[in-house]
């Protein structure tokens, strides 16, 4: 590793391309730092965005017209606005109208933090999208389908639970997908309420080592990789899914 270090030192000593993130301990950590922050963000938030989805999409279907308009009314809100303004709303708004709470330190904190507000604005901005792909999978879902489940004695949520949310999910996979890797790269917006996500920490480095077109290619490598992992790995699951003759991996 040392042997490394040198090698990027000499690198920038004789052509000018300075890759601090890798001869220098303190800026490997703080962009090593960052990245992990990237990937804790776009996993919890795929996680919670798709339990809104599937559950969103349910009570869509839901016999109940005040339920119905609670969930289109949500999906209209945070679909049709801006994820900066809705970052800006938790943080700058709900965030300062939350009561404050007693830290370790015996000092006011803020009731959630900066991470933990850019998770639940991330989370419901692409919850909302996923409301609408999900329920785009059930409407694909044969309607006999349903009967034949209702004819076995499968309660409301039985249905939806073990029949139509499976055969849903191998139809919307391929929408999923590309909302997903939106998803993955909005978090950089998190940058706005000094998350320390790669964005954030790349920008502190650029500004210290004065490095600004290397780290900027040294992002758009990280992202392009984090991406590609990601349709990697939804790939691999609509294929591990896959029915013959169903949905769209099947047919393939």
Known sequence: MEMVSEWFRELYETT????????????????????????????????????????????????????RALVNGFVIIFRNTPPLVQIFFFYFGLGQILPRIEGADGMRVPLLSNVQWAIVSLSLFAGAFNVEIFRSGLEAVPRTTTEAAEALGYTRLGVYRHVLLPLALRICLPA?????????????????????????????????????????????????????????????????????????????
């Open 16 to 67: 000018g391309i300075n890759l601090t993130i890798v001869y220098d301990a303190y800026d490997r950590q703080r962009f090593l730092s960052g990245l992990g922050m990237t990937v804790y963000l776009s996993v919890v938030c795929i996680f919670i965005s798709l339990v809104i989805g599937a559950v969103g999409a349910w009570a869509q279907g839901s016999p109940l017209r005040i339920v």
């Open 176 to 252: 999923l997908n590309n909302n997903l890797v939106n998803l993955l790269k909005t978090t950089t917006l998190a940058y706005a309420i000094a998350v320390p996500e790669t964005l954030y920490v790349s920008k502190q480095i650029w500004t210290d080592s004065q490095n600004v077109p290397v780290m900027m290619i040294v992002l758009l490598i990280v992202y392009t990789a984090l991406v590609g992992m990601l349709v990697f790995i939804m790939h691999r699951w609509e294929k591990m899914l896959a029915i013959p003759g169903f949905g769209q991996a099947g047919a393939k």
